[in-house]
C-alpha cells in the first residue's frame, strides 16, 4: 500500500488549493462558462450512462481526483483484489465478489483452487433446485408442491436477497409468494407466516456463519410453527434447506446438509446476494434471469477493470464522493431511485457504503485524521418530493444526491412514466440552479415571503439513466455501488471489507439476555443507566 498518508499526498494537497479556489463557485456559472460540460461530463457502461455534469466540479477537479486514485495506488489495489489477494487485512481473507460472476469456462486460481469452477458448480446446483421447486418437483412432507418460501436471514443475507426480489419481481413466478423475515423481533415471523400453510411452504436460512443469533432463533421458530402444523419433526427435511459457509452448524441445527448451499468466506456478508445467497431470488426469478443478472455484474466489474480512470464509472462515482465527503464536509449522500421496483435498494446500499467505510482507522491501525464513509440513505421518487427534498433545496447541509431513472416502465400506463421522468429532470435542474432573488421578485412576489422562495440551488446531483430494469440491469447497478465503496475506501486507506463495529453489541446483548430471562433478580454490574435500564424493563415485563 501507499507510505504517504493522505493528507500529505501531493494531489491532496492541490486538491485543497483547487477547492479554494473553485468550492465556493456556483453551478450558474460553471454552465455559463462552460455549456458544453453537460454533453461531455457523461460516462457509460453496462448499460448505464453517467451524467455528472451538475456536480461542484470541473475537468481541473476530475483530473487531479483521478490523480488522487492514481496516488492512492487505486488501480494496484483494484488489481490486487481481481487476484484474490488478502485485501481484507484485518481479517485476512481474499475479497473475491468479482470471481461470482466470472462467465463459465473462465479460471481464476486462487492459492491452488479454481475458484471459479467453484462458483458454478455451486450454481448449477442452485440451478437444479430453483428449477425444482419452480415445476413443482420438490414436494413438502405430505406430498403437494412449494408454493411458498420464506428466506430467513439478516445483514447481508436478507437485504440483497429482499431487495432483489423486489427490484426483479416484474420476472418473478406470481404463484409462488416470497417472504423475508430479518427480525429477532416475533412479529417479523409471526406476520410472515400467519397466512401459510407449512406443507406448502420451503424456509430457506441464509447465514454466512450460521452462527448469528438472529436468525438462529427465526429458524427454530420457523421449525416450531412447522412442526406444530405437521406434527413431525421428519417434516423439516422437506421443509428447510441452509446457504452458509459452515455445514458443521448447518448440520448441529437439523438440516440436511445434502440441502445446503455453500459459498466461500472471500465472499463479504454485503458482497453476497449473488453467491448462493441469492437462492431464494433464482427461485423467484429462474437460473436464467440470475444468470444474466450476473452477466451485467460482470460487464461493470471488467468496466472497473478495464476503463481508464477518467471514463470509469464507479472511480467517478467514488471520487466525486470523496471530493464532498473530504472537501466540502458532506456528511451524507442521497440515492433516489425513480423505480417503485427499487424501493429497497436505498436500504441495501445503507449496509453496502456504510459497513464498508464506516471505519476510523486506516489499514495500518493507525487513526483516520479525515472524514471516511458518508451516510447513505433515500427513498424512491417522486415519494420523496413530498416528504423531505425540502431540506436539500433550502436546508442549510449539502446533499449531493444520485437520481436513478429509466427510459421505460415495465408497467406502462398512460403519461405516468413522462410525468416520473420529468422529476428526475426537474429535481436535477432544480438543484443544481434554484431560483434566484431578481427571479422571484420577477413574478410579483409579495416581498415579505421573497426570502423564503429563494432557492440558492449550487445542490449536485448525480443523474444515472438506463433503458430498463433488467436483471443484467440490476447487477450491473449494484456492482457500479460495490466498485465506488472500494474505490473511496481505497483513497482512505480503509479496509471496505471488514465489520468489527458490529461485535461489541452482539456479546453485550448476550451477556444482558440472561439478566432479562432470570427468573430472580440478577446480579447487576453494569454502568447506573444500563442497570436501571434492566431492571424497569424486568418490572414492566412483570407488570
Ligand atoms: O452483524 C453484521 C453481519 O455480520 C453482516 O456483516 C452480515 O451480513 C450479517 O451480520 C449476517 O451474518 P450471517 O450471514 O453470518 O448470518
Request: with cysteine.
Amino acid at each position: 500500500m501507499t507510505t504517504t498518508p493522505l493528507r500529505d499526498r501531493a494531489s491532496w494537497k492541490a486538491l485543497e488549493q483547487h477547492h479554494a479556489e473553485i468550492g465556493g463557485r456556483h453551478l450558474r456559472e460553471l454552465f455559463a462558462e462552460d455549456p458544453g460540460r453537460g454533453e461531455r461530463m457523461c460516462a457509460e457502461a453496462a448499460g448505464l450512462y453517467l451524467d455528472y455534469s451538475k456536480n461542484r466540479a470541473t475537468d481541473e477537479t476530475m483530473r487531479l481526483l483521478v490523480e488522487l486514485a492514481r496516488e492512492s495506488e487505486l488501480e494496484r489495489r483494484r488489481d490486487m483484489m481481481f487476484r484474490g489477494e488478502r485485501v481484507n487485512t484485518s481479517e485476512r481473507r481474499s475479497v473475491l465478489h468479482v470471481a461470482l460472476r466470472m462467465p463459465k469456462g473462465a479460471s481464476l486460481v486462487v492459492e491452488g483452487v479454481d475458484v471459479v469452477a467453484e462458483v458454478h458448480e455451486v450454481l448449477d446446483r442452485m440451478a437444479g433446485f430453483a428449477q425444482r421447486v419452480r415445476s413443482g418437483e420438490w414436494k413438502g412432507h405430505t406430498g403437494k408442491p412449494i408454493k411458498n418460501i420464506v428466506n430467513i436471514g439478516i445483514g447481508g443475507s436478507d437485504l440483497g436477497p429482499v431487495m432483489a426480489y423486489e427490484a426483479l419481481r416484474h420476472y418473478s413466478r406470481r404463484d409462488l409468494t416470497f417472504r423475508f423475515v430479518s427480525n429477532v423481533d416475533s412479529t417479523d415471523i409471526v406476520e410472515a407466516t400467519r397466512d401459510l400453510f407449512a406443507d406448502e411452504t420451503l424456509f430457506v436460512v441464509s447465514s454466512k456463519t450460521f452462527g448469528t443469533s438472529e436468525t438462529l432463533a427465526n429458524a427454530h421458530s420457523a421449525r416450531d410453527w412447522l412442526v406444530g402444523q405437521l406434527g413431525t419433526e421428519e417434516a423439516v427435511a422437506r421443509h428447510f434447506v441452509a446457504v452458509s459457509t459452515n455445514a458443521e452448524r448447518v448440520a448441529e441445527f437439523g438440516i440436511d446438509t445434502a440441502n445446503m448451499f455453500g459459498f466461500w468466506d472471500w465472499v463479504g456478508g454485503r458482497y453476497s446476494m449473488d453467491s448462493a445467497i441469492g437462492l431464494s431470488t433464482m427461485v423467484a426469478i429462474g437460473p436464467e434471469h440470475f444468470r444474466e443478472m450476473l452477466a451485467g455484474f460482470h460487464e461493470m466489474d471488467e468496466h472497473f477493470r478495464t476503463a481508464p480512470l477518467g471514463e470509469n464509472l464507479p472511480v467517478l462515482m467514488g471520487l466525486l464522493a470523496v471530493w464532498y465527503v473530504n472537501f466540502f464536509g458532506v456528511q451524507s449522500i442521497g440515492v433516489m431511485p425513480y423505480e417503485q421496483y427499487l424501493k429497497r435498494f436505498p436500504a441495501y446500499l445503507q449496509q453496502l457504503t456504510m459497513e464498508s467505510n464506516g471505519k476510523h482507522v486506516t489499514l495500518d491501525g493507525e487513526v483516520v485524521d479525515y472524514d471516511t464513509g458518508p451516510v447513505y440513505w433515500g427513498e424512491p421518487g417522486t415519494n420523496g418530493q413530498h416528504s423531505f427534498y425540502q431540506l436539500i433545496h433550502q436546508g442549510t447541509r449539502l446533499i449531493p444526491v444520485d437520481l436513478i431513472g429509466f427510459g421505460a416502465s415495465l408497467n406502462p400506463l398512460r403519461d405516468h412514466h413522462d410525468l416520473l421522468m420529468a422529476n428526475v429532470f426537474a429535481q436535477a435542474q432544480a438543484l443544481a440552479f434554484g431560483k434566484t432573488e431578481e427571479e422571484v421578485r420577477a413574478e410579483g412576489t409579495d416581498p415579505g415571503v421573497v426570502p423564503h422562495r429563494v432557492m440558492r440551488g449550487n445542490r449536485p446531483t448525480n443523474v444515472l439513466l438506463a433503458q430498463r430494469l433488467t436483471p443484467h440491469l440490476l447487477g450491473a447497478l449494484v456492482a457500479l455501488y460495490e466498485h465506488s465503496v472500494f474505490t473511496q475506501g481505497t483513497i482512505w486507506g480503509i479496509d471496505s471489507f471488514d465489520q468489527w463495529g458490529v461485535e461489541l453489541g452482539k456479546v453485550l446483548a448476550a451477556q444482558i439476555t440472561p439478566e432479562l430471562e432470570s427468573p430472580t433478580d440478577p446480579d447487576l454490574t453494569h454502568d447506573s443507566s444500563t442497570n436501571t435500564l434492566i431492571r424497569h424493563y424486568r418490572a414492566l415485563k412483570q407488570s
